[in-house]
């Protein structure tokens, strides 16, 4: 999603949470502003930190690869993608792409209707969903299965998805309904049935497995939430359903076998009227819409509320207009924000909003290794500015039946609907714990932050329940992923244009100025990953290192590029992150604004490491001096980029088989800047990809899903 967007750079955290418990100990005395960006940096320290005992939940699938077997692939700005080589990528399926035998091929011209047929638009986290040759669910399949995907949003500048309407479609309200049934068809999640026939990749666009999931389609709640007067709508006055998922953007595999999605960027949706906050008079929602970043007056991203006077258009309008909340929408904006299950095996099942793991604005969801006898943990980031990073552990305990269960989603609600919420506080000694929210947390029970009567209210107003706790505000945390080989949890932070050198901390330790095309750019530019290893998952305490900071090659190595990147592996904004259980390679993918000026948007490859693998760091921001625990330093050996995509796309989303020789990748968004004016001239456009590939009709630019396979046939990254 394009970074600048007002409706995908929300900071609405306005608590004064401090970073660490000892965080006066930081304190030096006065002295001069340094030059430059006000930042100086030397190292502190070569001792390594202790790791923490790893989980002892055996391999993944296959030996963990110790060095990167591909040349990398150079950076560029021109309209093409670019792997490895000795690599083939193919597109598999675009944006508009029938999912039924009856449905006509795309057009890309702006007159496609149907795509409740046809696949969405934004691809982004996907997971793979074997199938043997009998058309039945196989976990080790891998030339035949499904993809459940993501379609996080669509392209537009002002209001309308333009490249989705033949003339560009309209912006200014209201807007015309049959713009707005597009918009509202394109959002959500597909299953896509996909075959190979050993050299070639294919969706099969008649696939009786081929299901949409829109804006418009039925979910049950399930969880603390099901029932709270907080979820009222006049869709459903028992607070148990909803419709429709919606600005879905990461996604995670559970240990049973289903689907699960993350509402991410679901606020810009909704209007409220510039005089709703005196129309709520005292309800308590009024604080939590503007902590949710939904604030009295402001415009929607699409304006879909102007539609008409249909329900399908009015929902949008989440003013409180009527006597109660069973006659209008005022809650329905708090219907999302929650990790959706799905069970792609079956299309007849009905989607599950889980709202035990907390109403956020959700990047993904990934899972510890499960053991028996022990919960089932789940780690999850907030993706906005100044947000948490968030753990689940389950009251179940796991039973190694339920990795086969008759009833998948059964499984689901067994370790999914009870458990306790956790969220994150770093120290800057290179530990950290787990805070718990839950009305046995006194902070909570007897807050005078936010009222909390029950367990329904932190898992809808979970991002209060943080705030109360003195969780640590993190730079824009996204995708996190678990080391299958060590159990060690890594979590992007993109970037933080609001992390200044006076709100520098440990664990979000840089504050800088970049210039792009000569432009200042100031704060995190660049973002880092950081790990944490914890005794056992379900362990309330744990310790945590920066495994990579991005940074350009040339930036200085003393205060920005701590990494030590070179022109083979520097990277911005790192975003998606997924490991491979064939290979266990981490793969890094990028979402960037501060660096196009040099290269698209990528893919990297990593050998992983472990926490406590380097040592400290210390930079210095005028007054202060902050001192932080690091990875070991990055090379060629350990970092490389793997892809470059074409213009305007981020890359985002990855899956691979099985037996790790299909490696599936989203290119989202080509050519997202593009300017709706120019809808009619396609040599204006930013991109034409991947029409200039080669793929599909017309030259407007497609989401699309590749696959990338080996020419030799081999492992990927091997």
Request: glycine share 10%; charged share 25%; hydrophobic share 35%.
């Amino acid at each position: 999603m394009k970074a600048e967007s007002p409706f995908n750079d929300e900071n609405s955290n306005t608590s004064d949470n401090l970073a660490f418990d000892d965080v006066l100990k930081s304190r030096l005395s006065r002295r001069s502003l340094l030059r430059g960006a006000g930042m100086a940096g030397a190292v502190a320290g070569t001792s390594a930190l202790t790791a923490c005992a790893t989980t002892g939940m055996g391999d993944s699938q296959g030996p963990a690869l110790q060095t990167l077997g591909f040349a990398a692939v150079a950076k560029h700005t021109t309209d093409k993608l670019v792997v490895p080589e000795g690599y083939s990528a193919q597109v598999v399926f675009a944006l508009g792409d029938p999912l039924s035998a009856d449905t006509p091929a795309f057009r890309n011209d702006g007159t496609d209707t149907d795509f409740a047929r046809r696949t969405g638009d934004h691809n982004d986290g996907m997971e793979w969903f074997g199938l043997d040759a009998k058309g039945l669910p196989s976990r080790n399949a891998s030339l035949r299965g499904l993809i459940a995907i993501n379609h996080e949003a669509t392209t537009d500048e002002k209001l309308a998805s333009f490249f989705l309407h033949a003339n560009g479609g309209t912006a200014t309200l209201p807007r015309p309904a049959s713009e707005i049934d597009k918009e509202l068809m394109i959002h959500g999640l597909s299953v896509v049935e996909l075959q190979s026939d050993g050299k070639q990749w294919a969706y099969k666009s008649g696939s009786s497995f081929n299901r949409r999931i829109t804006t418009m389609t039925e979910a049950a709640i399930h969880g603390p939430a099901r029932g709270s007067e907080h979820l009222v709508t006049k869709f459903d006055g028992t607070g148990t359903k909803a419709r429709g998922t919606l600005n879905n953007c990461g996604a995670g595999m559970t240990p049973w076998g289903t689907y699960a999605s993350g509402e991410e960027n679901w606020f810009g949706y909704f209007f409220r009227d510039a005089k709703d906050d005196d129309a709520r008079k005292k309800d308590k929602q009024v604080q939590a819409l503007k902590r949710y970043g939904r604030k009295a007056g402001e415009a929607s991203r699409h304006g879909w509320e102007s539609g008409g006077s249909d329900d399908r258009f009015v929902r949008w309008n989440n003013s409180a207009v009527a006597a109660s909340a069973k006659e209008d929408y005022r809650n329905e904006m708090n219907t999302f924000g929650f990790i959706v299950e799905l069970d792609p095996y079956d299309n007849k099942s009905v989607l599950r909003k889980r709202t035990a793991l907390g109403r956020l604005g959700h990047e993904n969801i990934t899972f510890a290794r499960v053991t028996a006898g022990q919960p089932v943990v789940a780690y999850m980031g907030d993706d906005a500015r100044n947000e948490y990073i968030y753990k689940f552990v389950s009251d179940a305990k796991w039973d190694a039946a339920d990795a086969e269960p008759s009833n998948r989603l059964a499984a689901g609600d067994k370790y999914l609907d009870k458990g306790t919420l956790y969220v994150a506080r770093f120290k800057s000694d290179g530990n950290g714990e787990w805070l718990e929210l839950s009305m046995n947390n006194p902070i909570i029970a007897g807050s005078s932050y936010f009222e909390f009567k029950d367990a329904a209210d932190i898992a809808v107003f979970t991002r209060l329940a943080a705030d109360a706790v003195g969780a640590t505000k993190m730079d824009r945390p996204e995708w996190a992923g678990v080391n299958p080989k060590n159990g060690e949890v890594y979590i992007t932070l993109t970037n933080n244009s609001t992390r200044t050198p006076a709100n520098t901390d440990s664990v979000n330790p840089r504050s800088y100025t970049d210039l792009k095309a000569g432009k200042e750019q100031k704060g995190n530019v660049n973002g880092h990953i950081v790990r944490l290893a914890e005794p056992q998952p379900a362990a309330t305490g744990f310790r945590w290192d920066i495994f990579l900071f991005g940074a350009e090659a040339e930036a200085d190595k003393s205060t920005i590029n701590l990494s030590n990147l070179s022109d083979e592996n520097d990277l911005s904004s790192p975003d998606g992150l997924v490991f491979s259980k064939a290979t266990g390679l981490c793969w890094i993918e990028t979402d960037d604004g501060a660096y196009l000026d040099k290269t698209n948007c990528m893919l990297l490859a990593a050998v992983p490491g472990r926490v406590g693998d380097g040592g400290n760091r210390t930079l210095t921001h005028g007054d202060r001096q902050v001192t932080t625990p690091v990875g070991r330093p990055q090379t060629t050996a350990t970092l490389k980029r793997f892809l470059v995509g074409p213009k305007g796309a981020e890359i985002t989303g990855i899956t691979e088989t099985p037996d790790g020789r299909a490696l599936f990748v989203n290119i989202q968004h080509p050519g997202e800047n593009t300017k709706m004016a120019d809808i009619g001239e396609p040599s204006k456009y930013e991109s034409q990809w991947p029409a200039n590939a080669g793929y599909g009709a017309g030259k407007r630019p497609r989401s699309a899903t590749i696959v990338i396979t080996k020419n030799d046939g081999g492992v990927i990254g091997s």
